[in-house]
């Protein structure tokens, strides 16, 4: 069944609900970017740094400890379930766009949830098994920031620029 709903044929007041929502979800995601560059500056080292602990020679004290158990659980509970929602209301605002179509928007709107299992996943194989899986996690989340600000941009433009 086709979509004949789209975001360009709604009333203005509920466009402008919408572009507010919008406007505040992606200052919220960019200052969880702008957390993690003034954390980690986006490199692997210091994010494997910051789950697995620095390393250190005899007789100093690290800069990181691995984080604990605890912390790991608390945090992988919080931004799963968090991404979770912001991929799931974004995603429904996206689906109602008239721009972007078939594989392509069913990709935008399912690859945040697989990158956002991948990235939280990955933090723990850092932490257990291997820093390498650093590098997992730049690229998973990056895809996912990416998709986010596609599926924003383009309801955005569509509320606010298209007319027909």
Same mark, same amino acid.
């Given at each position: 069944?086709? #979509?004949?709903?789209?975001?360009?044929?709604?009333?203005?007041?509920?466009?402008?609900?919408?572009?507010?929502?919008?406007?505040?979800?992606?200052?919220?995601?960019?200052?969880?970017?702008?957390?993690?560059?003034?954390?980690?500056?986006?490199?692997?080292?210091?994010?494997?740094?910051?789950?697995?602990?620095?390393?250190?020679?005899?007789?100093?004290?690290?800069?990181?400890?691995?984080?604990?158990?605890?912390?790991?659980?608390?945090?992988?509970?919080?931004?799963?379930?968090?991404?979770?929602?912001?991929?799931?209301?974004?995603?429904?605002?996206?689906?109602? #766009?008239?721009?972007?179509?078939?594989?392509?928007?069913?990709?935008?709107?399912?690859?945040?949830?697989?990158?956002?299992?991948?990235?939280?996943?990955?933090?723990?194989?850092?932490?257990?098994?291997?820093?390498?899986?650093?590098?997992?996690?730049?690229?998973?989340?990056?895809?996912?920031?990416?998709?986010?600000?596609?599926?924003?941009?383009?309801?955005?433009?569509?509320?606010?620029?298209?007319?027909?």
């Amino acid at each position: 069944m086709k #979509n004949s709903f789209f975001l360009k044929d709604l009333e203005q007041n509920i466009k402008c609900f919408l572009v507010a929502f919008l406007i505040t979800i992606t200052a919220g995601i960019c200052t969880g970017l702008g957390y993690i560059y003034y954390t980690t500056n986006i490199a692997a080292d210091s994010i494997s740094e910051r789950y697995a602990g620095t390393v250190v020679e005899e007789h100093e004290i690290p800069e990181n400890f691995p984080k604990s158990i605890q912390n790991m659980i608390q945090t992988t509970h919080e931004h799963v379930n968090s991404f979770a929602i912001i991929s799931f209301m974004i995603g429904i605002i996206f689906y109602f #766009n008239s721009i972007i179509n078939g594989k392509l928007k069913t990709f935008l709107m399912i690859e945040p949830f697989i990158s956002t299992i991948i990235t939280f996943l990955s933090l723990w194989l850092i932490r257990f098994i291997n820093t390498s899986f650093a590098y997992l996690v730049i690229l998973s989340s990056t895809l996912m920031y990416l998709c986010w600000f596609v599926m924003i941009g383009v309801a955005m433009y569509e509320l606010i620029l298209k007319k027909d």
